[in-house]
């Protein structure tokens, strides 16, 4: 991991702090659409990074994909709570009207992500390849498997919140599925990233239930919160280090230990953009495609890839060639499914 500097962070903290208090609601609809498009633009650097390998500004995106997946997470928990909350019926068509929504360009982005293997990387692509893809983690679309997570969390909201008018009782449930998931996905030996974070979308749920509460105490004990999670998100953030001095080495210990680092970031995260308004056109725009460029980017970098060779300034212009295309496809691709689901 790359060095977290915890006087970096107070001065960061103190800024937050001081800005001036913003009246609207800091996680209504339109402002974090805007962020979602900023969090899907760090995700493709997130994995340029592990392409460029030049200099020092793509290094500080190497450890951020787990974050950057945390929020992510969270927002879908509270914006699902919320969308519940407000309309009786929402469940009622919820794999019509919401899960079709991810399911369409999932699919979409699926089939050209076979084409292009099958085609061009002339891979073998038999009935093995897909029972591999639930038995050990693998994904079609690469770096895909936060979509195939969200699909999963979605039933299990769906699940959850259906049955049970009991909202508390609900978001246990929830909860049970996803720490259920978890325990699976070790048992099966899936790759770290396939659980570290998603502990955050429970901590949506809650502060969907919970925001009058939760904003009052943050309002009457800012400086103080801001301080303390400032100096345990720097804690965290070495649990591995931790954990090895402990002797606590088992998957489930560093399963817990980075979902925990990763609920301590969003809340920090969350502290810092109280104030800030991401409404603005083109975030928006960004947010309105987000989903499909979260998709879309790893078979750009996979593409351009063939002919790059890292250097000062072929990272630039490869970074710029991969955001362009990305962007481009995401937009296509989106207004396509939009004009077929009308239909």
């Not at 609601?25 to 974090?32: C, F, G, I, K, Q």
């Not at 928990?77 to 399911?103: A, C, E, H, M, P």
């Amino acid at each position: 991991k790359c060095r977290m500097d915890i006087f970096v962070l107070l001065i960061i903290s103190g800024f937050a702090y001081l800005l001036p208090k913003n009246s609207r609601d800091y996680l209504n609809p339109a402002s974090t659409n805007g962020l979602k498009g900023i969090l899907a633009i760090g995700i493709i650097l997130h994995h340029l990074s592990q392409e460029v390998t030049t200099g020092d500004v793509f290094t500080n995106f190497a450890y951020m994909g787990s974050y950057i997946v945390s929020i992510f997470f969270f927002l879908s928990g509270y914006g699902l709570y919320v969308q519940n909350s407000k309309s009786k019926t929402y469940l009622d068509n919820f794999f019509r009207k919401r899960l079709l929504k991810i399911l369409v360009p999932f699919i979409s982005i699926w089939m050209i992500y076979l084409i292009y293997r099958i085609g061009m990387n002339k891979e073998s692509i038999n009935f093995d390849y897909f029972i591999k893809l639930f038995t050990v983690g693998k994904t079609v679309i690469y770096n895909g498997w936060f979509i195939d997570v969200i699909i999963l969390i979605y039933i299990f909201f769906y699940l959850s919140f259906k049955f049970v008018e009991n909202k508390r009782v609900a978001i246990i449930i929830n909860s049970m599925f996803i720490i259920i998931y978890i325990i699976i996905a070790i048992k099966l030996h899936y790759s770290f990233w396939w659980y570290n974070s998603i502990l955050t979308f429970i901590l949506g749920l809650v502060w969907a239930k919970n925001k009058d509460k939760i904003d009052e105490v943050i309002d009457n004990n800012l400086f103080t919160i801001m301080i303390s999670t400032t100096f345990l998100m720097f804690v965290f953030h070495n649990y591995d280090i931790v954990l090895i001095k402990l002797g606590l080495t088992s998957s489930y210990m560093y399963a817990l230990s980075a979902n925990m680092d990763n609920l301590i970031f969003t809340l920090y995260f969350i502290l810092l953009i109280r104030n800030i308004n991401f409404e603005n056109k083109y975030l928006t725009a960004l947010g309105g495609i987000s989903f499909e460029l979260y998709m879309i980017h790893g078979l750009v970098i996979q593409y351009f890839g063939r002919y790059y060779l890292s250097s000062k300034v072929n990272d630039v212009i490869f970074t710029v060639i991969v955001l362009v295309v990305s962007i481009i496809l995401a937009k296509l691709i989106n207004f396509g499914i939009k004009k077929v689901m009308v239909k």
